[in-house]
């Protein structure tokens, strides 16, 4: 079917069941065009939880991200268009891994990242998301912080909160996507176009975020797309975000730092499984009350922190 028939369509049977679309930014472009919110981590939290009208959320992100939501809303169903949209790198820190670094390091607060299932979330003080890593860190009692599972991200917030010493577990988690950005690559960019602006996500490797113009998560590097004076953008980060500048802000230029920076966990979502998880409604993300109660508690208390 035609996307534009097809889109029609599942607007008509989400309004009709009242149902509320959230999309993370890495979404695919006719996705994030019929979605009522598209955003980043922390957007999308905030986001769930401002659901009170819509009967369920159609969450089109990975595992993480729709169990954080339904977190946010124990009492609204969240459904996942495909089940098997797994982030890789939340595997990388399982609860129990979580537990040995506690013990290890008992003075320790815990500070994880968004990108955690809900068992290991369950045993964090806190959690952090990249775009407010070190504001949470830098809040934090303790001097000495357990994050994890992103290394790279663990580099960044270390390098902005001097005092505090920020212990990656594991010693060496990371996102496959971001894996691929190669900092000879960029330089040869930057030469063809010496007027444009490096946007660089903290999930990269720390060579590429020394050579970064800005470095901050995908909505962090949107708004920098439409407060800059630059008209050029060489963009460090999942494709999708580009898709969405293209729509949001036409008159400026974005050139992927590589072309081949895809999340196809995130691209497991089509505008066919938006429709059935619509209209079956089977896909739901739940998340035991136990583990949720304790999990949330660490939620809440980053959303706290945030707008402080
Ligand atoms: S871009 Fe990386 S961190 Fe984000 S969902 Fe994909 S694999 Fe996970």
Redesign the pocket.
């Known amino acids: 079917m035609e996307v534009s028939r097809l889109q029609r369509k599942v607007i008509q049977l989400k309004e009709k069941e009242k149902a509320l679309i959230l999309a993370?930014n890495?979404q695919r472009p006719e996705i994030q065009e019929i979605a009522d919110f598209v955003g980043d981590s922390l957007q999308l939290c905030f986001a769930a939880i401002r659901a009170e009208d819509a009967k369920y959320i159609v969450f089109c992100?990975?595992d993480f991200m729709a169990e954080t939501a339904s977190i946010l809303n124990p009492d609204k169903p969240v459904v996942i268009p495909d089940v098997e949209a797994k982030?890789?790198?939340?595997a990388q820190l399982p609860a129990k891994k979580v537990v040995e670094a506690k013990k290890k390091y008992p003075d320790a607060e815990v500070m994880l990242y968004i990108?955690t299932l809900a068992e290991a979330k369950a045993e964090a003080d806190v959690i952090c998301t990249s775009s407010n890593a070190f504001r949470i860190a830098s809040k934090l009692d303790s001097t000495k912080v357990l994050f994890g599972p992103?290394r790279n991200l663990a580099w960044y917030t270390a390098k902005r909160c001097s005092n505090k010493e920020i212990i990656p577990i594991p010693e060496n988690g990371y996102?496959?996507?971001?894996k691929l950005f190669q900092v000879e690559d960029i330089l040869l960019l930057k030469k063809s176009h010496p007027d444009a602006e490096v946007l660089v996500h903290p999930?990269c490797d720390p060579e590429v975020q020394q050579i970064a113009d800005f470095i901050g998560s995908t909505e962090q590097m949107r708004r920098r797309c439409f407060e800059s004076h630059s008209k050029k953008f060489i963009i460090t980060?999942?494709i999708g975000l580009i898709d969405r500048l293209k729509r949001e802000l036409p008159g400026k230029e974005y050139i992927p730092a590589f072309e081949g920076a895809i999340?196809y966990?995130?691209k497991r979502h089509t505008l066919e499984k938006v429709y059935h998880a619509l209209e079956s409604k089977k896909t739901v993300v739940k998340v035991p009350e136990d583990i949720a109660k304790k999990a949330r508690l660490a939620i809440e208390r980053m959303m706290g922190l945030s707008k402080q």
Do not use: K, R, S
Not at 87 to 90: N, R, T
Not at 175 to 178: A, F, G, M, N, T
């Open positions: 993370h890495y992100g990975v982030c890789p790198m939340v990108n992103d996102c496959i996507v971001h999930e980060t999942e999340c966990n995130m």
